[in-house]
């Protein structure tokens, strides 16, 4: 069984729709990030969240708001979808410490926004 | 911030071929990782390599954390490398603890 997953890995919404993308993870590490791939392009940070009490914006939070219902699960939202937020969307984990900071990667949520 | 550069942009092979990816970053960095990102999206994780030397199989990876570079080699190339290849940094002196990816390097293998 994969160690971080995403649901639904396909998600096709109109304008104006508010949907959300849950990520679950078995690796039992604390921190959890929000990705977001445009084409062409490397991965963004949306939020992070580096324990169930500890949740932060990132690069591009504008839009998009979080919930760490438990270590193991972390959603994102988006409150009203519009088509710029079309794009591959991706959960990440790693463990606690600057020592342990390598990150694992979900298999993405392909979101588009009609 | 930290700039990642990744070179060259594409790269067609035939197979069998051997190639070298370079990664260049404009400060120190505590986490660098080395991806491969499959023609159906999926990101796999290849590399966890802030210094040093490792190898896997065909593939193995070199960072030179003091000239700030990184390179990725794969060997007697597959049709099955095919994809884009990413180099991702942390450097926890202006970041958020999160990776930050270079633009990646597009891998074609031809048979």
């Known amino acids: 069984d994969a160690d971080v997953t995403q649901t639904p890995r396909n998600r096709i919404t109109k304008t104006g729709k508010r949907i959300m993308l849950e990520c679950s993870q078995t690796?039992?590490?604390?921190?959890m990030y929000w990705y977001r791939q445009d084409p062409g392009l490397g991965l963004r940070l949306i939020y992070y969240?580096?324990?169930?009490?500890?949740?932060n914006k990132g690069e591009i939070s504008d839009g998009y708001s979080v919930s760490r219902q438990a270590q193991a699960k972390f959603s994102l939202s988006l409150e009203s979808a519009i088509p710029n937020q079309t794009a591959l969307y991706f959960c990440?984990?790693?463990?606690?410490?600057?020592?342990?900071?390598?990150?694992?990667f979900g298999p993405g949520t392909r979101l588009t926004v009609l | 911030g930290i700039q990642v550069e990744q070179s060259p942009p594409d790269l067609i092979l035939q197979e069998g071929a051997n190639s070298t990816l370079r990664c260049n970053f404009s400060d120190s960095v505590n986490n660098l990782q080395w991806f491969h990102q499959n023609p159906w999206g999926q990101l796999i994780n290849l590399f966890y390599i802030p210094s040093g030397t490792k190898q896997n199989g065909r593939l193995s990876a070199t960072t030179v954390a003091t000239e700030r570079y990184s390179l990725l080699y794969i060997s007697s190339s597959q049709t099955t490398d095919s994809g884009v290849y990413f180099c991702?940094?942390?450097?926890?002196?202006?970041?958020?603890?999160?990776?930050?990816f270079g633009k990646g390097t597009k891998l074609s293998v031809k048979p």
């Open positions: 690796k039992g590490h604390d921190r």
């Open positions: 969240s580096f324990d169930v009490k500890d949740i």
């Open positions: 990440a984990t790693s463990d606690t410490g600057p020592a342990y900071n390598e990150q694992f």
């Open positions: 991702a940094v942390i450097n926890y002196g202006g970041s958020q603890g999160n990776l930050i």
